[in-house]
């Protein structure tokens, strides 16, 4: 964290308006450091050691954010869109204002586990291919998944453009049965994030997915309690086992 900032900016950070928003709180004496009004908002401040408050009430500032959301299908993985609700559009003005965005993305039609946050150097770490962060997905497959399939996803398969994917671990949770109608249920681990991964790894070995949710990312679990939109931010354990895995 810097050492000072502008008033103004910090104030902005926090949800408390425009620059030219606070220039009018200034004006009419609200905003307090150290007990003193403030007559200029572009002063130099100390986040960590001066008080500032605004019509009495204590800024909290915080530098970034870290927000677990379970997507939900339909909304896009992005910042803004024309077309479609984004991730961001799900989120209240106390949290947008931090400028967040997706760590990552999941398919239109996918739900599950997404993180968004304003910390550019945290995304990139679990973004970096090197890295090799796990991903583990819960999917409804049609037709009857076998460990066979099993031992070729540990083997690596090969995409539709050629591409051979890194080992994946396979848990058939529940056989499927072509002739009763009945979806196979299963969880796939992934090291890699390429483009429609999942869904392109079943298609390489005749079978379709037919739904898809992320349950986990690193040592990040999806919390059961969230249904699908809700979101929470995280907890000081989850913060720091992911920071923890990125070294």
């Known amino acids: 964290m810097k050492q000072t900032m ?3 900016k910090l104030l ?6 425009s620059r030219s928003e606070i220039k009018i709180l ?9 007990d003193r009004p403030v007559k200029d908002s572009g002063i130099q401040v100390n986040p960590e050691s001066d008080v500032i408050t605004v019509e009495g009430e204590v800024v909290r500032y915080r530098e970034f954010i870290y927000v677990m959301l379970n997507k939900p299908q339909g909304v896009i993985s992005a910042t803004e869109d024309t077309r479609d609700r984004t991730v ?5 003005e106390e949290y947008t204002h931090f400028q967040p965005f997706p760590v990552g993305r999941l398919d239109k039609d996918t739900e599950g586990l ?6 550019g150097k945290l995304a990139h770490n679990l973004l970096s291919p090197r890295k090799h962060i796990p991903k583990t997905y819960f999917a409804e497959v049609e037709g009857a998944v076998t460990e066979e399939d099993g031992k070729s996803f540990q083997q690596g398969v090969e995409l539709d453009d050629g591409y051979v994917t890194m080992p994946a671990q396979l848990v058939i949770l529940r056989p499927g049965d072509p002739e009763q109608g009945i979806v196979s249920k299963i969880e796939l681990t992934i090291m890699e994030g390429k483009f429609h991964q999942v869904k392109r790894m079943f298609q390489a070995i005749g079978k379709r997915v037919v739904f898809l949710k992320r349950i986990s990312m690193g040592p990040l679990l999806l919390d059961e309690h969230l249904l699908p939109g809700e979101y929470r931010e995280l907890t000081e354990d989850e913060l720091l086992q992911l920071r923890q895995a990125n070294g």
């Open 6 to 8: 502008r008033l103004d």
């Open 12 to 17: 902005a950070h926090t949800g408390y308006g």
């Open 26 to 34: 200034v004006k009419r004496g609200v905003i307090r450091m150290n």
């Open 88 to 92: 961001l559009d799900l989120l209240d």
């Open 114 to 119: 997404l993180l968004l946050t304003n910390d």
